[in-house]
């Protein structure tokens, strides 16, 4: 089965750090590009971060660029998000999403999330 | 940037009807790009649709999208208790790689 595990979320002061973890399984990790997401409480969806298969690539939103870096450990099958600077609007739950490109290559999606992770920054 | 806008904001139906929901882009989006998403109270998002019409495994053929350019639609042909959730459709691009629109509940009515 086909699985993402996030963790390492948890309350923390603005201005302070924590660094996140996506465990994979199921799949061949290192063949896959894989992004963050997140969302706020009661908020939509928000792209964060994307990482290649093979960490060529690496991606954020305007919003989190400069304080959040991407990475991955492709021998522990595993992803991270460091992120620093934490502001209040950072406050949300944050998933893991592998990328496919379906169709011979043509049609990018998200067809795997995990369970999501929740940061809560707040004094 | 992308903009996506759905609607409407809240579709109140009941089981057994038609739901028909609505992603409009700012600019023209290619119909290869552009994702729809399923999401429930404490869950995680669920692929539905990829590539504008394509239903990802396992979805029901109820769920049928369409829509080219800047308009794009999710069909729901009747409505199950389990398909009462949000709906977000995303688009893939240059930078930011992903939008996403702000999404349609649909609720029992």
């Known amino acids: 089965e086909v699985q993402l595990v996030e963790s390492g979320g948890g309350l923390v002061k603005p201005g302070g750090s924590l660094r996140l973890s996506c465990a994979a399984s199921?799949?061949?990790?290192?063949?896959?590009?894989i992004n963050w997401v997140r969302q706020a409480p009661g908020k939509g969806l928000e792209w964060v971060a994307f990482?290649?298969?093979?960490?060529?690539?690496?991606y954020y939103a305007d919003s989190v660029k400069g304080r959040f870096t991407i990475s991955r450990d492709n021998a522990k099958n595993s992803l991270y998000l460091q992120m620093n600077s934490l502001r209040a609007e950072d406050t949300a739950v944050y998933y893991c999403?592998?990328?496919?490109?379906?169709?011979?290559?043509?049609?990018?999606?998200?067809?795997?999330w995990g369970q999501g992770t929740l940061v809560t920054v707040s004094s | 940037e992308i903009v996506l806008t759905q609607s409407p904001g809240t579709l109140s139906l009941s089981p057994g009807e038609r739901a028909t929901l609505s992603c409009r882009a700012s600019q023209s989006v290619s119909s290869n790009y552009l994702a729809w998403y399923q999401q429930k109270p404490g869950q995680a998002p669920r692929l539905l649709i990829y590539g504008a019409s394509s239903r990802a495994t396992g979805i029901p053929d109820r769920f049928s999208g369409s829509g080219s350019g800047t308009d794009f639609t999710l069909t729901i042909s009747r409505l199950e208790p389990e398909d009462f959730a949000v709906y977000y459709c995303?688009?893939?691009?240059?930078?930011?790689?992903?939008?996403f629109g702000q999404g349609t509940k649909l609720e029992i009515k």
């Open positions: 999403a592998r990328e496919v490109w379906a169709q011979g290559g043509f049609q990018p999606n998200c067809d795997c």
């Open positions: 995303q688009q893939y691009g240059s930078s930011p790689r992903y939008t």
């Open positions: 990482i290649s298969s093979s960490s060529s690539y690496i």
């Open positions: 199921g799949f061949t990790f290192s063949s896959y590009s």
